[in-house]
């Protein structure tokens, strides 16, 4: 079985930080990972995935994550944080890619940007 | 082009009655998932459809649920007998069968109270 944790539900950083989302996880198989963003009222979208080849992702919005095999770990950063980039995140693992298989999400990292 | 769409966005109904909940895919997506997330549970997985395939239903959590895909297009999602712990957001999402490729885009949920 797959499970996903992600290290402290809210984070709160100042515009213009180091923003740091940690997420771990547990497979029996080599994983796919994945971080999605959710603003309010809306639904997911998708920020950057693992799937093989190069462990330093690139998103959207300037976000990327390393995937740490060692570690089990796919944690999200991005150098400098902005007040659009409040939202909540969610790290999810998959075992294959096949347009088909279900995500199991962590519990979700809720960002507070301060001025 | 549209994304995901749901119906209705926000739902009140009283414990005992049945719900209907509808999503619309992107057209030509051929994998449809819900998932529900609750402030309790996080996001879970309920189901899942991949053309005329027979659905994947291991996260349905009762017998009260459950869910139909129409012409490999739209899916409603039903629950018969709420229950209060039914309240929740239901989440949406398809995805193209293109190998290498794998993203589920998301609508925007549908809002369930039950009173």
């Known amino acids: 079985a797959q499970s996903v944790t992600q290290l402290g539900s809210h984070v709160s950083v100042s515009e213009g930080a180091l923003v740091l989302l940690r997420c771990n996880y547990s497979?029996?198989?080599?994983?796919?990972l994945f971080w999605y963003v959710q603003y309010p009222n809306q639904g997911l979208q998708l920020l950057l995935k693992y799937t093989t080849g190069a462990t330093l992702v690139k998103g959207i919005n300037g976000f990327e994550a390393e995937f740490k095999k060692s570690e089990t770990s796919f944690h999200l950063t991005k150098p400098s944080a902005h007040m659009s980039d409040a939202a909540e995140y969610f790290c999810a693992v998959t075992k294959t890619l096949a347009a088909g298989n279900k995500l199991t999400f962590g519990g979700g990292t809720r960002v507070l940007v301060k001025p | 082009g549209a994304g995901v769409s749901q119906s209705p966005s926000n739902k009140v109904t009283e414990k005992g009655k049945d719900v209907e909940l509808r999503c619309d895919p992107i057209?030509?997506?051929?994998?449809l998932y819900w998932y529900r997330q609750s402030l309790g549970q996080g996001l879970e997985f309920l189901i899942y459809f991949q053309g005329n395939s027979a659905p994947d239903k291991s996260g349905l959590p009762s017998d009260r649920f459950s869910a139909e895909r129409t012409g490999g297009s739209v899916s409603t999602l039903t629950i018969q007998r709420t229950q209060q712990e039914d309240s929740a957001v239901y989440l949406c999402a398809s995805s193209p069968r293109l190998s290498g490729r794998f993203e589920q885009f998301f609508g925007p949920g549908t809002r369930l109270t039950v009173l």
């Open positions: 057209s030509g997506h051929t994998a």
């Open positions: 497979s029996s198989v080599p994983p796919y």
